[in-house]
C-alpha cells in the first residue's frame, strides 16, 4: 500500500505541474468550454487513480484493467487538451501569421499596417485584424483557414471592424 500510496503523490505532483501549464499557457487563449471540459478530464483521470488505489491485490485482471484505462483516458486527454491547443497557438498561429503578412506585402507594397490576433476566445484562433496606419480607425479580418493556407480559397478580407 506505501508503494501505492507513494505512486499517488507522484501522479498528483504530475496533475499539479500540467495543470499550472495548461493554465499558464493555454487557457488564456481558449475558449472557456474547452477549458472546462481539460479539468472535468483531469478531476476524473484523478478520482479514478485514486479509486484504484483501494483495488485488493487479488483483483489483479481489475487493478491491471483500470491502470489501462487510467493511462489511455490521460494519453488522450494530453493529447487533446494540452498539446493540440498548445502546437495551435505557438506554431500555426504564427505560421499563419507570416503568411498573411507576405500577402499583404505583396498586396499591399506602399502601405504600412500592424497584424493583431482576435482578442476574444469565442473568436477562432486563425481570425486576424489588419489596421493599416493610414485608416487606424478602422481594422480589416481575415480569416486564415486551412482552405487558405492550403491554396484552396483565396486569402481576403471576410469584413472589419471599428477600432476604439
Known amino acids: 500500500m ?3 500510496v507513494m505512486f499517488f503523490i507522484a501522479f498528483l505532483m504530475i496533475m ?3 495543470g499550472w501549464f495548461y493554465r499558464h499557457n493555454i487557457a488564456p487563449d481558449t475558449h472557456y468550454v474547452e477549458v472546462q471540459f481539460a479539468t472535468i478530464t483531469a478531476y476524473f483521470i ?4 485514486a479509486v484504484t488505489l483501494f483495488i485488493s491485490k ?3 485482471m481489475l487493478f491491471y484493467t483500470s491502470y489501462v484505462i487510467i493511462f489511455t483516458i490521460t494519453a488522450a486527454g494530453i493529447s487533446m487538451w494540452v498539446v493540440r491547443p ?3 497557438i505557438n506554431d500555426e498561429v504564427p505560421k499563419r501569421m507570416e503568411i498573411l503578412d507576405a500577402y499583404l506585402e505583396e498586396t499591399y507594397p506602399d502601405r504600412d499596417w500592424d497584424i493583431q490576433k482576435s482578442e476574444s476566445t469565442f473568436d477562432s484562433h486563425y481570425l486576424f485584424y489588419v ?3 493610414e485608416e487606424a480607425d478602422y481594422s480589416y479580418a481575415y480569416h486564415m483557414s486551412d482552405d ?3 491554396g484552396k480559397d483565396e486569402i481576403q478580407s471576410t469584413g472589419g471592424r471599428p477600432n476604439k
Do not use: D, E, P, S
Request: aromatic share 14%.
Open 2 to 4: 506505501k508503494t501505492r
Open 16 to 18: 499539479v505541474l500540467l
Open 46 to 49: 484523478t478520482i479514478l487513480f
Open 58 to 60: 487479488k483483483q489483479k
Open 86 to 88: 498548445y502546437v495551435i
Open 131 to 133: 489596421t493599416f496606419a
Open 148 to 150: 487558405v493556407i492550403n
